[in-house]
């Protein structure tokens, strides 16, 4: 039900890089949305008790992660497709890779739950 | 008559690979001898350094030393750091990739040898300006890492810092050449049946580490142009008075600063990865988990950089972000320590002597490590920043995580060049003079260091606790000065009179010990067909077979140099890489650039392009040489394999080459438009005026740069579709286009962009404005290139490189093009 | 001697309690309880003599630079037994009694080298970034507000309603925060007293803001800690804390005296 395999190819090398570059992206979107926010004054405004500013922050951080987590699902089914030399060694460590980038997505954005923003 | 004796393929290949002698050594492209050239020069760099430490530890022996004044100090810790980082510890690197990676991957050379060739040129011109200025008493001295405005031409108005910024770009264009050549050899230059899964980790460390230089050292060169076109021309990128920020320099440099310290880390983590399991008698535990460490290793260590900033005031926040990511690379540096762990425990592990050395990296590195997690604590961070605490910590994770492995890889790695083994005794008493020396030098140091001893200072008075320690470290770093002494000497030893062997003295399982010693000038007579990760336990009698012929494109039948391109994932063997004979080109071009740089450096601003047209006629002229003005026929590679040469695929390792140096490229105009947007969010006063261009003209623009890439991609599909004549239409319409966009840009240039000396929005604007222009002028040359190598018969449907080249080039200086304008026209209407 | 003591120990408890805002701090254990009474007595009661200095980080008079020393107190002997265990398991497989051992490779690796550093690392980051925001400076600006100005290679401070400015030696009252506007004429300086709190950088263009206490009267050295060229080496200023009862009349007097050169 998986489709036809096919072997692995060099392209299928993105994948060791797909889930650090989303955690790459999500790690400049808050560094960088935290600084214009500071500078734009997103401070003052906001509701339900949570600046402006949190909550763009919130939503670039967990964005990120669930983007992050949800390349998981595609890779693995791309992956178990591949085969020939190579496929079960870039298969491993492509979902390592995968997982860890969303740990540490999470991990790295963790302080915009429990820190205050523009101090 | 084609030798099948293993004698015979030796004469034949030697005949053709054997490197030149006497005035002709200058066109040598061998990567073993090039390879050899950067670590012979790399080591000399560090015994430069040495001396500089010494000094150092000289003057601060004793509270209120008359021994150096503050001027000298200055220039010689500058220089000491400088050295060490930019001379030696970079350099080395590349010197040990160049060198093992044919080696190891089972080829007769890298992808593109006159590459590296060219780069060593760089790299001895370069520094050998920085050493030429350190005798003559104007060496840098302003630390390191050139804080900005210290480093401005305010503050230090004389030659030192030009010294600084010219000579390590000069040496850093070597870095990316290195990298270049590093990811696509790894990725394409193997052997047969060498998919990635069986490379050996090394490859798979140099393959990350040379990514990583492709993206760090680009905003290094893009902050130390900054900075000297602030020097030379005023632009005041970081001068606070004109909307410029000090602190757009330390996020450049560190931005760079920080994945340095682990480019400089993984490839001695591979040296590991590589002699545990030798000398444990096992295999590596874990290697895919290894794979995976170091790609994680290599993004986050990206994410870190502000950690050398907590000091400069930025938001507590964002702080926190680069606080938990210094934290978290503790964990892929973890996962190695512990497979490496798990590795001997599996085995039966020998103290011999690369072993011994390793043993110095565990104790060494890992207290390096835990102290990094100290740092990466913010508040600690707050009290020891600057301190000589962070001086101990960062010779722990440098002297630990690199300069011991790297012994352990020489005693590990030396025979291979020579043939020899080492004297045992000596050695393993320097050993012992470095190690105890080290720890001397650099533990109490740490306590130095948090009773108030700053970093950078050349005297200090009595009283304050820190005359003890400090007389200890001095001590110490004697004790070490002797043991690498003794190092040295017993490196000559070995090479003069070691103990000679015939093959894999280490019981070694990779390829790199299945040739003859010393190593021939073609590594392979016979390129081998690996079934497995250790290639040479696989087939113990993998060495004999290599030399007799019983491999792929055996001998040279052809009197061709030859090697193979595989599969990237599979390792199938997929075309013939001809190599390229040695060659003067890289050398004059390196001397054009040398030229280049020494005139800036003098003023002599009239002069300097003149070095330039010199290092592009050259440029030309090795671009010209590649390709043939025919089809040429399949090769009988052996083993009843036919395969096409390099040039006649779509595959050609020449594009792979050009997209890795776009990747570096876009990552120095990223940092460029990073320092924009920077900027703007934090400079006062910003934007004073706006860019007041009319609309038209940056429509003329964008559509003539949209239009030269069209047109490029057009011609290279009517070339494909063999339309020879529509080709040519195209071509000459995409050189009309670049043209027309370079006047525009030059009117955009001239007329409507502010002064760029006024103020740094006009300064950075204008750089923008200046790398398109750039770009488009090389796309001018690019499209003209084709055309002449078209009308010579370079290039057909089966031979594209020349024309799909072009049509990358000119959809990058396109799209980067229109980025960058769209950026500095839309960006002035958002914040207040 | 005892009362002073005494005296000492409860402005810093007090101190302490504001800076670290409680919480986190007390919930991990390492507060003052945990520095005070654990750590500190372990390791080394001798070496901390050694540590006594005029710009020793590890000789704290201030809540933030003491709290810091406790950390570091407690990460230092952290250190000292991972090191130890890790060398260790480097060391044993070399000793003859070794046999060849099949670690289990994913128990191994998910246990040591992710689970462990992971729990470790999550607890240094709990206490560090609240404290790191408790002694960060009030954004409300209601707290007592000095003047540094750093140039090459003099700093000169300037206090609230005046003109006149010391030179090299900063006046602040004691026992109550303090919050020091930093900048700098020409290249980045920075400013470090290591007996009170933790550096920051004096940047031209830009101010910044460090909170400094000093529950005692006294001396405390301070100099500057970024790399500014020439004579950076001998670019010392002192703070003295005055008693809050004086600390008027004397700033009046030194300012005077300033002025009459
Ligand atoms: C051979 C033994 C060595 C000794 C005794 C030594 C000693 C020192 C000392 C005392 C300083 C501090 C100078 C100061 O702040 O006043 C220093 C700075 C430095 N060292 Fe070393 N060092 C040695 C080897 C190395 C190596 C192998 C590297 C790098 C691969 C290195 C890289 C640096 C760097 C980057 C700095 C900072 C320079 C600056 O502040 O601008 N050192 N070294
Ligand atoms: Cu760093
Ligand atoms: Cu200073």
């Known amino acids: 039900m998986t489709g036809q395999s096919r072997r692995v190819r060099g392209t299928d090398l993105v994948w060791l890089v797909a889930g650090f570059t989303v955690w790459a992206a999500g790690f400049s979107a808050v560094y960088g949305l935290h600084a214009v926010g500071c500078r734009a004054g997103w401070e003052e405004a906001g509701f339900a008790g949570l600046s402006a500013n949190r909550i763009v922050l919130l939503a670039a951080y967990l964005g990120h992660s669930a983007l992050g987590a949800a390349l998981y699902f595609p890779l693995v089914r791309i992956a178990a497709r591949w085969e020939g030399l190579s496929a079960r060694t870039i298969r491993q460590t492509a979902i390592m890779v995968t997982l860890a980038a969303v740990i540490s997505t999470l991990w790295t954005g963790a302080p915009v739950l429990f820190l205050e923003t523009c101090r | ?33 090039v390879g050899r050239r950067f670590i012979i020069t790399a080591f000399i760099y560090f015994a430069i350094g040495g001396v500089l430490a010494m000094l150092i530890r000289a003057q601060l022996a004793r509270p209120e030393n008359p021994f150096l004044g503050a001027d000298a100090y200055n220039q010689i810790f500058t220089m000491h750091g400088t050295v060490m980082m930019f001379l030696f510890a970079i350099p080395l690197i590349e010197g040990v990739a160049l060198y093992l990676l044919p080696k190891i991957l089972g080829a007769r050379d890298l992808a593109y040898p006159r590459l590296s060739a060219f780069g060593y040129w760089c790299y001895l011109f370069g520094g050998t300006i920085i050493l030429v200025a350190m005798v003559m008493g104007v060496a840098p001295d302003s630390g390191w890492f050139m804080y900005t405005p210290l480093a401005s031409s305010t503050y230090t108005p004389g030659i030192n810092a030009d010294v600084w910024l010219l000579g390590i770009t000069f040496v850093e264009i070597s870095a990316v050449c290195a990298a270049v050549e590093i990811v696509v050899t790894v990725l394409k230059v193997r052997t047969a049946g060498m998919a990635l899964s069986r490379m050996p980790l090394m490859a798979w460390y140099l393959l990350v580490t040379a990514a990583m230089m492709l993206i760090a050292f680009p905003p290094l060169i893009l902050g130390s142009v900054l900075l000297e076109m602030e020097r030379a021309f005023n632009w005041p990128f970081f001068d606070p008075e004109r909307g410029g920020a000090p602190l757009l320099w330390q996020h450049l440099f560190w931005l760079f600063g920080h994945p340095e310290v682990y480019i400089i880390f993984l490839p001695a983590a591979g040296a590991v990865s590589t002699l545990i399991p030798v000398f444990a008698r096992t295999r590596i535990v874990g290697y895919a988990w290894i794979v995976a460490a170091i790609i994680a290793l290599a993004f986050l260590s990206f994410g870190l950089w502000v950690h050398h900033m907590f000091a400069t005031g930025i938001p507590h926040l964002s702080l926190a972000f680069f606080s938990a990511a210094s934290m978290l690379v503790a964990v892929p540096t973890a996962v190695q320590v512990f497979a490496w762990i798990a590795t001997l425990m599996r085995g039966r592990p020998q103290m011999s002597l690369p072993m011994l050395y390793l043993m110095g990296f565990f104790s060494v590195f890992i207290l390096g490590g835990l102290t990094g997690v100290m740092l990466a604590l913010v508040p600690f961070n707050w009290q020891a920043h600057d301190t000589h605490f962070v001086v101990a910590h960062l010779h722990y994770v440098l002297i630990g995580g690199f300069v011991f492995p790297m012994l352990a890889a020489t005693y590990y790695w030396l025979p291979l060049m020579t043939g020899r083994l080492p004297v045992f005794s000596v050695s393993k008493a320097a050993f012992w003079l470095i190690f105890l020396g080290f720890h001397g030098t650099f533990l109490i140091m740490h306590f130095t260091g948090l009773m108030g001893m700053p970093r950078r200072i050349f005297t200090y008075e009595s009283g304050l606790g820190w005359d003890l320690p400090n007389l200890i470290s001095s001590i110490g770093g004697f004790v070490m000065a002797a043991g690498f002494a003794l190092f040295v000497i017993d490196i000559v030893l070995q090479t003069r009179f070691g103990r000679r062997f015939r093959r894999n003295p280490w019981g070694g399982t990779g390829l790199d010990w299945a040739m003859p010693t010393p190593a021939p000038s073609y590594n392979f007579a016979s390129l081998p067909l690996v079934t497995g990760r250790d290639p040479l336990e696989d087939n113990v009698r993998l060495g004999a077979d290599i030399a007799a012929g019983k491999g792929y494109l055996a001998g040279a039948p052809r009197g061709e140099m030859e090697t193979l391109c595989v599969d990237m994932a599979t390792g199938e063997p997929e075309h013939v890489l001809l190599l390229p004979k040695n060659d003067y080109t890289p050398f004059w071009m390196a001397a054009g650039l040398a030229v280049f740089f020494t005139a800036f450096l003098l003023s002599a601003y009239w002069v300097a392009p003149l070095g330039l047209v010199i290092a592009t006629a050259f440029g030309w002229r090795w671009l010209w040489s590649l390709g043939a003005k025919s089809d040429p026929a399949l090769i009988d590679a052996g083993q009843g394999l036919r395969l096409p040469v390099h040039f006649a695929v779509p595959s050609v390792p020449t594009l792979l080459g050009l997209k890795y140096f776009l990747a570096a490229n876009a990552a120095f105009y990223g940092s460029l438009l990073f320092g924009f947007l920077f900027l703007w969010t934090t400079a006062a006063g910003w934007p004073p005026q706006f860019l007041n261009a009319s609309p038209v003209l940056i429509a003329g623009i964008a559509i003539s740069l949209a239009a030269a890439a069209i047109f490029a991609t057009l011609a290279r599909r009517s070339n494909s579709r063999e339309a020879n004549g529509a080709r040519m239409i195209w071509l000459a319409g995409s050189l009309a286009a670049s043209l027309a966009g370079l006047g525009l840009l030059m009117g955009l ?84 | 001697m005892d009362g002073v003591a005494g005296q000492r120990n409860a402005a810093v408890k007090v101190v302490i309690s504001r800076v670290s805002g409680g919480g986190i701090v007390e919930y991990l254990g390492l507060g003052r309880v945990g520095l005070r009474h654990l750590a500190l007595p372990l390791l080394l009661a001798p070496a901390l003599a050694g540590c006594e200095g005029a710009l020793s980080a590890l000789d704290p008079a201030g809540p933030a630079a003491q709290s810091i020393a406790g950390v570091w107190w407690v990460m230092l002997t952290g250190s000292l037994v991972i090191l130890a265990a890790m060398m260790g398991l480097v060391l044993w497989p070399f000793f003859k009694r070794h046999r060849p051992v099949e670690v289990p490779e994913k128990l191994w690796l998910w246990v040591g080298a992710l689970g462990f550093p992971l729990i470790v690392l999550a607890a240094l980051l709990a206490w560090g970034l609240p404290s790191g925001q408790s002694m960060l400076a009030d954004r409300d600006g209601q707290v007592y507000t000095v003047e540094a100005q750093a140039a090459q290679w003099e700093w000169t401070f300037g206090y609230p309603d005046t003109e006149e400015v010391t030179q090299g030696v900063l006046h602040i009252p004691a026992g109550e925060p303090v919050d020091i506007a930093i900048t700098s004429a020409d290249v980045i300086h920075g400013f470090w007293v290591p007996r009170l709190a933790g550096k920051i950088d004096a940047i031209p263009g830009t101010t910044n803001t460090l909170r400094i206490f000093a529950p005692e009267p006294g001396i405390y050295e301070g100099m500057c800690a970024e790399f500014c060229g020439l004579e950076h080496a001998t670019m010392r200023f002192s703070v003295v804390a005055h008693p809050q009862d004086e600390y008027e009349n004397v700033l009046t007097a030194e300012l005077n005296a300033e002025a009459r050169p």
């Open chain 2, 1 to 33: 008559m084609t030798p099948t004796t293993p004698v015979g393929l030796h004469r034949a290949l030697d005949a053709i690979w054997r490197a030149p002698r006497g005035i002709a050594a200058l066109s040598a492209v061998n990567h073993s001898v």
């Open chain 2, 749 to 832: 240039a001239i007329m409507d962009a502010p002064p760029p000396d006024t103020h740094a929005y006009a300064a950075i604007t204008m750089a923008i404005i200046g790398y398109v222009i750039l770009h488009t002028l090389l796309g001018v040359m690019f499209a003209a290139y084709t055309l002449a190598r078209c009308r010579a018969g370079f290039v057909s449907s089966l031979r594209s490189t020349d024309m799909r080249g072009t049509a990358i080039w000119q959809l990058y200086t396109a799209i980067t093009g229109i980025g960058g304008l769209a950026l500095i026209i839309l960006a002035p209407g958002g914040l207040a």
